[in-house]
Nanobody
Framework: QVQLVESGGGLVQPGGSLRLSCAAS????????MGWYRQAPGKQRELVAK???????NYVDPVKGRFTISRDNAKNTVVLQMNSLKPEDTAVYYC?????????WGQGTQVTVSS
C-alpha cells in the first residue's frame, strides 16, 4: 500500500517562503512520478508541479520561477520549495504519486499566505 505523508505547511506573509515535504512508502520510489496539487476554497484541485523518475520537472504557469520541485530517491521524498508566495497561493496542498497505473494522495497540508 502506497502511503504519502506531507509536512511543512503553515501561515506566511506575502513574499515569504515555505518548504513542503512528502515522504512516500510502499512504492519503488525511483519508478514513481511525484507531484503536488492544490485546492483553494470553492475551486477544483489543480496540478502545481510534477517530477518524473528521471528528474524532469514541469510547472504550471502561475508558479513558474517561484516554485521548485525536487526529489531524493534515496530518502523517498519529494520537496516543493515555494518562494515569493502570493495570497492566491493559499490552498490545501496535496502530494500525489503515480505508480503502476494507480494514483495515490496524501492527506494534504494547509498553506495560507496572508498579512
Amino acid at each position: 500500500q502506497v502511503q504519502l505523508v506531507e509536512s511543512g505547511g503553515g501561515l506566511v506573509q506575502p513574499g515569504g517562503s515555505l518548504r513542503l515535504s512528502c515522504a512516500a512508502s510502499g512504492t519503488i520510489f525511483s519508478a514513481t512520478t511525484m507531484g503536488w496539487y492544490r485546492q483553494a476554497p470553492g475551486k477544483q484541485r489543480e496540478l502545481v508541479a510534477k517530477i518524473i523518475s528521471g528528474g524532469t520537472a514541469n510547472y504550471v504557469d502561475p508558479v513558474k520561477g517561484r516554485f521548485t520541485i525536487s526529489r531524493d530517491n534515496a530518502k523517498n521524498t519529494v520537496v516543493l520549495q515555494m518562494n515569493s508566495l502570493k495570497p492566491e497561493d493559499t490552498a490545501v496542498y496535496y502530494c500525489y504519486a503515480a505508480y503502476r497505473g494507480f494514483g495515490y494522495w496524501g492527506q494534504g497540508t494547509q498553506v495560507t499566505v496572508s498579512s
